[in-house]
């Protein structure tokens, strides 16, 4: 059986620039209290258009 994937941010190193929020597709990314942004893995899908479109390359995959 295939492995889920789905995004993951570095929260340590995140800008949160928004950046990632705005192409979500399933809203499954919000920046938090301007700090970091934050995955809802139940509604991630595992595009990663997030992490192709973080300027800061914080955004990568993750077994779900």
Do not use: H, Y
């Not at 990632?20 to 139940?42: D, L, P, Q």
């Amino acid at each position: 059986m295939k492995q889920r994937k789905t995004a993951f941010v570095d929260e340590k190193n995140c800008v949160a620039c928004g950046a990632c929020e705005k192409v979500c597709r399933r809203g499954a990314i919000k920046v938090w209290r301007g700090v970091a942004a934050k995955v809802e893995s139940e509604r991630c899908v595992g595009c990663l258009l997030c992490a192709k479109t973080c300027p800061a390359g914080v955004i990568s995959a993750r077994e779900a």
